[in-house]
């Protein structure tokens, strides 16, 4: 039996474009960060960023570092990284401390996830 890997751990960000109403979930593998030229690209935008945390929290729900678009308080579109696609993730659960595995592609399919090449790797600090 094989351990969890970062791969195997996806991260849910809430991400804000323009107005009030602009935001999207975007699932990224844990090994991987947002590409935000590829993600503007695919949404068809010119400028994406990460809302502050009152913002967040008021688009979803959810405090940063739990948010999950399982139970979400608004249904925004979810974009996820086709690396997910064919795998058992972890991800948030929507509070502190707490996690959970699902399938992901029955998670992408439940929300008509888009899926598309939106990460780009880690880069690795040097010293």
Known sequence: MRGIT????????????RGDDGYLFALIPGDRSISWPKLRALVGVNKLRLPEPELALQATGYERGTITPLGSTNDWPVYADERIAGRRVSM????????LSVDADALIAAYA???????EPVETIRR
């Open 92 to 99: 948030g659960a929507g509070a502190h401390g707490f996690s």
């Open 6 to 17: 970062p791969a195997d751990i996806v991260k849910t960000l809430v991400v804000k474009g």
């Open 113 to 119: 996830a888009t899926v598309a090449d939106i990460s």
